[in-house]
């Protein structure tokens, strides 16, 4: 469960260039439920996905995560709980380690970290049959190094990484926009597959309409720091893309314009 309340947060604060990017944004996800992230460059969804994860600590508010209260905790300490996946396939993995050595760390998220003992036959044998859900075969590229593969492979190996310890919240900040639409779909099938088996709660930003309406069981919309739509059940299914491109037009005042969104 994940569950904000209250949060504020503003860059460069004091300053003649101050932006506030949260304006007391509070949300509640259930166990196991996925919410679609959608609005503007700059509308504060990437801020609100660092605010949860750790990296920004907010100005005010709270963020709870399975009931515990992690605001002032850091990165590093939350990094159990909460797995991420970047809109960069480049992101999320070490491309001069193998692929096992990679989901070895992976499977150790916040506890202690090495790779001696991590790599013997017992965990070899485990990481094989996990790495195996993805179906690229990297189950026989274990020795491998991560660098060697393509962009897809290793977004898919990330998120299969940033779920590999079980979190209790999974962020995924447009984590299918660098990949071409075939292997996008894939990811975006590994992930709502992943998310269900594992009952993850999941907060999905993404530019793309169509699939922010098919995808998950909400419909965020955020604009200037403020989360101003918020959909589920029968009306987030009778959604269309036009229906949303109409709000899009409503919170914003102005005529929609494509704004990095993919109609199709």
Same mark, same amino acid.
């Given at each position: 469960?994940?569950?904000?309340?209250?949060?504020?947060?503003?860059?460069?604060?004091?300053?003649?260039?101050?932006?506030?990017?949260?304006?007391?944004?509070?949300?509640?996800?259930?166990?196991?439920?996925?919410?679609?992230?959608?609005?503007?460059?700059?509308?504060?969804?990437?801020?609100?996905?660092?605010?949860?994860?750790?990296?920004?600590?907010?100005?005010?508010?709270?963020?709870?995560?399975?009931?515990?209260?992690?605001?002032?905790?850091?990165?590093?300490?939350?990094?159990?709980?909460?797995?991420?996946?970047?809109?960069?396939?480049?992101?999320?993995?070490?491309?001069?380690?193998?692929?096992?050595?990679?989901?070895?760390?992976?499977?150790?998220?916040?506890?202690?970290?090495?790779?001696?003992?991590?790599?013997? @036959?017992?965990?070899?044998?485990?990481?094989? =049959? &996990? $790495?195996?859900? +993805?179906?690229?075969? /990297?189950?026989?590229? !274990? #020795?491998?190094?991560?660098?060697?593969?393509?962009?897809?492979?290793?977004?898919?190996?990330?998120?299969?990484?940033?779920?590999?310890?079980?979190?209790?919240?999974?962020?995924?900040?447009?984590?299918? @926009?660098?990949?071409?639409?075939?292997?996008? =779909? &894939? $990811?975006?099938? +590994?992930?709502?597959? /992943?998310?269900?088996? !594992? #009952?993850?709660?999941?907060?999905?930003?993404?530019?793309?309409?169509?699939?922010?309406?098919?995808?998950?069981?909400?419909?965020?919309?955020?604009?200037?720091?403020?989360?101003?739509?918020?959909?589920?059940?029968?009306?987030?299914?009778?959604?269309?893309?036009?229906?949303?491109?109409?709000?899009?037009?409503?919170?914003?005042?102005?005529?929609?314009?494509?704004?990095?969104?993919?109609?199709?």
């Amino acid at each position: 469960m994940l569950e904000l309340i209250n949060l504020t947060h503003t860059f460069e604060r004091g300053t003649p260039v101050e932006k506030p990017a949260l304006r007391g944004v509070s949300l509640r996800l259930g166990p196991g439920e996925f919410a679609c992230l959608v609005g503007s460059n700059g509308a504060g969804k990437s801020t609100l996905l660092n605010a949860v994860a750790g990296t920004y600590v907010p100005d005010s508010g709270r963020v709870l995560i399975d009931g515990k209260d992690v605001t002032r905790l850091p990165e590093h300490r939350r990094a159990r709980l909460v797995g991420r996946v970047f809109q960069n396939p480049l992101q999320g993995t070490a491309p001069n380690m193998t692929v096992a050595e990679n989901l070895s760390l992976a499977a150790d998220r916040g506890g202690r970290r090495g790779l001696g003992p991590l790599l013997g @036959a017992q965990r070899r044998a485990w990481l094989r =049959e &996990r $790495v195996s859900v +993805l179906g690229l075969g /990297l189950e026989d590229r !274990l #020795g491998t190094r991560v660098g060697l593969l393509s962009g897809g492979q290793r977004q898919a190996l990330t998120l299969l990484m940033a779920t590999l310890a079980r979190p209790q919240v999974l962020l995924l900040d447009e984590h299918t @926009a660098a990949l071409d639409p075939a292997t996008a =779909e &894939r $990811v975006v099938e +590994l992930t709502t597959r /992943l998310a269900e088996e !594992l #009952g993850l709660t999941t907060l999905m930003v993404t530019h793309n309409l169509d699939q922010a309406i098919s995808l998950g069981h909400r419909l965020l919309m955020m604009h200037d720091g403020q989360v101003v739509l918020d959909v589920k059940g029968q009306q987030k299914s009778s959604l269309t893309v036009g229906g949303l491109r109409s709000e899009f037009e409503r919170v914003r005042g102005v005529a929609f314009s494509y704004d990095r969104a993919v109609l199709a």
